[in-house]
């Protein structure tokens, strides 16, 4: 236990130490008004043998409504809760490494696959680079992810702590849908009786509607797929790029929550238990070169300078404290640790400072600016025997989804994401609209 701990509370110190080196500008803040700001914050750590070190993180609480997708054009980001943003800004750390790779230089996380590495078995797994095998990768989480991981939380936080279930219709009415695997629409907080159940991102209720996938929905996905987003698995493998474990602070851990979300226990009624119980799932997961790996979920005691906790310690945590009120941030935050030093601040999921759908605001997480690296980097290595990935990413043609959906590269990914949704993940609804944009 005591180890498990201190593994915990290196990775979470890692993460906030890193955090705490970027600028005000950066930050939450107090405002004039006297609103204190707060945001959640995650990170993904590499522990290898050169010790452990923070190689991505990220601050944010929003996401894209749906009715804006068609807008982004590769510019906005969709998702900018911590977690996700986080994730993304690890594929953009991935990607600039296979870059110093492809000029030369040494990396101390990547390597270049051999031929006999690269060889494909049903599906295309030729990827030249992987994720060193002696490197471990973790996660530490300021909040308990939204969704699932979450609800047990969020009910205790009630005057009535029981679920909320379903209303009953008063006569005459028409009974209020509860989700099922063929919904079209995903609940946010809604139908707290409902446990298990893919949602999305929640909002407001006069927010506008997005079919965003909540970030644990999103993480235990990333259990089956890795942390490798579809444009980075045309170029590194998914074989080491698994987390290792999350790290929650203990205020923002519910055992029964976690193992229902992310378990394969059934048991423990984990809703991932079909990857593992089916033999026949099994085999297609493994035929498409991916296989489901568990993450550990760990406590820390440590919390986040900018958690709501911190800025309202137990004993005054009332909203209504007249001396100190909170807010959450309209700025998201994102770091690498092979980046700009100061790492970008982005609001509405592109540059501070831009216009939303301006392309000068394109964060180097966006789509447009991975793509972009990822055709650099392609352009550059030597590449015996996958002139595809070549084709692929180095085309003026192609479009972004015909990289995703239709590319020979991504077809085991493909699979897997399609087997995992329909056994594990039931009724996830993709959220497209933004992928008809092409590189000049």
Not at 27 to 32: C, E, M, N, W
Not at 70 to 97: C, K, M, S, T, Y
Not at 203 to 231: E, F, M, N
Not at 374 to 401: F, M, Q, W
Request: aromatic share 6%; charged share 25%; proline share 6%.
């Amino acid at each position: 236990m005591k180890n498990k701990m201190a593994n915990a509370d290196a990775i979470a110190s890692a993460v906030l130490e890193e955090f705490s080196k970027l600028p005000a500008k950066r930050k939450p803040s107090v405002r004039d008004n006297g609103l204190h700001e707060w945001v959640p914050m995650a990170g993904i750590v590499a522990k290898g043998p050169n010790g452990v070190k923070c190689v991505a993180l990220a601050t944010g609480m929003k996401c894209l409504p749906a009715s804006k997708l068609p807008q982004a054009n590769g510019v906005a980001v969709h998702d900018w809760h911590a977690e996700i943003l986080a994730i993304r800004a690890f594929n953009r750390f991935v990607l600039e490494e296979c870059k110093r790779l492809a000029h030369g230089s040494q990396s101390e996380f990547i390597y270049r696959r051999t031929a006999e590495q690269q060889e494909t078995p049903e599906v295309w797994q030729g990827q030249p680079f992987a994720w060193r095998e002696d490197v471990s990768l973790h996660m530490y989480c300021s909040e308990a992810p939204c969704g699932d991981a979450s609800m047990e939380l969020i009910m205790a936080a009630q005057d009535d702590a029981s679920p909320w279930e379903i209303p009953s219709p008063t006569p005459g009415e028409t009974p209020a849908p509860a989700p099922t695997d063929d919904t079209t629409s995903l609940p946010g907080r809604a139908y707290f009786s409902q446990l298990g159940i893919v949602r999305r991102k929640p909002s407001r209720g006069d927010a506008p509607p997005s079919l965003s996938k909540s970030c644990s929905d999103k993480l235990a996905l990333k259990q089956v797929t890795s942390l490798l987003s579809s444009l980075t698995s045309t170029l590194v493998s998914s074989a080491n790029a698994y987390l290792t474990s999350v790290v929650l602070p203990e205020s923002q851990y519910s055992s029964e929550a976690c193992k229902r979300c992310f378990s394969a226990s059934a048991a423990e009624g984990g809703r991932m238990a079909p990857l593992v119980d089916d033999p026949s799932v099994r085999a297609k997961l493994a035929a498409s070169g991916y296989a489901f790996r568990e993450f550990r979920v760990e406590t820390t005691k440590m919390e986040f300078a900018f958690s709501r906790r911190a800025i309202l310690p137990s004993g005054s945590r009332s909203m209504e404290e007249p001396s100190k009120k909170l807010i959450a941030s309209n700025l998201a935050t994102s770091w690498t640790l092979n980046g700009p030093r100061d790492g970008e601040g982005l609001v509405g999921g592109v540059l501070q400072g831009r216009r939303q759908f301006d392309p000068r605001g394109a964060s180097l997480v966006s789509r447009r600016k991975m793509w972009a690296l990822a055709r650099d980097i392609c352009l550059v290595i030597e590449l015996d025997g996958n002139s595809e990935i070549k084709r692929v990413l180095g085309s003026t043609d192609l479009v972004y989804d015909e990289i995703k959906d239709v590319s020979g590269l991504l077809e085991g990914r493909r699979r897997t994401k399609e087997v995992t949704k329909r056994v594990a993940l039931k009724g996830w609804l993709r959220n497209a609209g933004d992928g008809n944009f092409k590189l000049g």
